[in-house]
Structures are given as C-alpha cells and as structure tokens.
C-alpha cells in the first residue's frame, strides 16, 4: 500500500513537472524509442490489468462457492445433530438404558456437537478474513488503475508536446521520469499477482479444511 501511495505521489509530481517553465530541449536519436518503449509497457500493463480482472473474478466465484458449501454443511449437521437426538430418545424407550448409560451418550453427543460447532466457527472466522483481503485488494487494483489512466494521459500530453517541437521543453528528461514511474507500477501489478496466487491457494486450503470437517463428522454419524 506504501508503494502505491509512492506512484500516487510521483504521478503528482509528474503532473505538477508538466506546468514548470520550459527548459531547454536536448533533441538526441533516443527520443523516438524511449518514447516507443513507454508506450510498450503501458500495453504490458493493460494486459496484466487484464490478467488481474480475470483472477479477481474467479475469486470472487470461489467465495461464493464456499458460502454456499458452508450453508450446506450447516444444514446437513442441524439435521444429523436431529437424527442423533431422536435416535438417543428411541434408545433409551427401547432399551431402556441406566442413567448412567443415557448420561454417557449424551455426554458423547455434546462433545461431538461441541467440537463440530467449534470448527464451523473457526472455518467462518478464515472465510471472513480471506473476503477483508480480496475487499484490500480489491482497492488497490482500482488504485493502481487510477494511477495507470494518469500515467496514459502523460503521455499523450508528451507527445502532444514532442509533435509540435517545442525547442526549450526537455522531452528526454519527461520519458526518463515516466519510465520510472511506469516500472514502479509495473513492479506493484507484479506484487499485486502474486497476492491473488497466494490468496488462491488459501482459498483452496479453506476448501480442503471443508471437506476434512465433512469427512470427520460423516464418520462420527456412522459410528453412532
């Protein structure tokens, strides 16, 4: 986030460099492809805002699928937790079982109950949280946007400039400052994919951790 507020300022700063008083002009054979290479990582970089869309996408389609699964597997034990508690009352009318017998079932069954809740809670704890960083990123892709929109129209006021020959405006020195400021966002989109590979793969542990709690309480109903 400190990185993007950096690009932010520097864009700033870049506008304000735009109003200064012209300088004096060093024209040099370099100009044309410094300015051909900007524009070439402006198009790298709409090509992984691309890339970022696409994996925000399917994100966001996982959470959703996980929403569903926990709503699912809530059901399922609501109505397994109502099966075991109707087969304890049937146990106990037709074996007619000792309290002390009827104690220890039921003691068994709030322990089963207890630990399964336990884990539903800590597995919507991890749900929150992995959607309050899909929300943070989130923000900063629409920063970095932002910042990217202010970066195009720099340089179409650059070549506006270059085109009609200002003599004592410093073109060169103007591409230098926007390829900085084009790498450092270019590093932050990099950082920024890696963030949503990391969140992936959380996002399928949190899948696998489902699916072992279902495992679990499928065995304990059959135990029963």
Not at 126 to 153: F, Y
């Amino acid at each position: 986030m400190e990185k993007s507020k950096k690009v932010e300022k520097q864009s700033s700063g870049t506008q304000c460099f735009l109003c200064r008083k012209p300088e004096t002009i060093d024209q040099g054979s370099n100009t044309a492809s410094n300015h051909k290479e900007t524009l070439e990582k402006l198009n790298r970089l709409r090509q992984e805002r691309d890339n970022l869309d696409m994996e925000n996408k399917q994100l966001k389609s996982d959470k959703t699928d996980l929403q569903n699964r926990l709503i699912q597997t809530e059901k399922e034990n609501s109505s397994k937790q109502s099966n075991l508690l109707e087969k304890i009352s049937k146990l106990e009318e037709q074996l007619g079982c000792s309290g002390e017998d009827c104690r220890r079932i039921q003691q068994e069954f709030e322990k089963f109950r207890e630990e399964g809740e336990k884990e539903r809670k800590e597995w919507r704890s991890k749900l929150m949280l992995s959607k309050k960083k899909q929300n943070e990123l989130n923000d900063e892709v629409k920063l970095l946007k932002s910042t990217r929109e202010a970066l195009k129209e720099e340089v179409k006021d650059l070549k506006e400039l270059r085109q009609r020959e200002i003599d004592n405006y410093n073109v060169d020195k103007q591409i230098i400052l926007l390829k900085i400021q084009l790498e450092e966002a270019e590093d932050r989109y990099r950082q920024l994919y890696e963030d949503f590979n990391a969140y992936k793969n959380y996002a399928k542990e949190l899948l696998e951790a489902e699916k072992n709690i279902n495992r679990q309480l499928r065995r304990t109903y059959h135990q029963r």
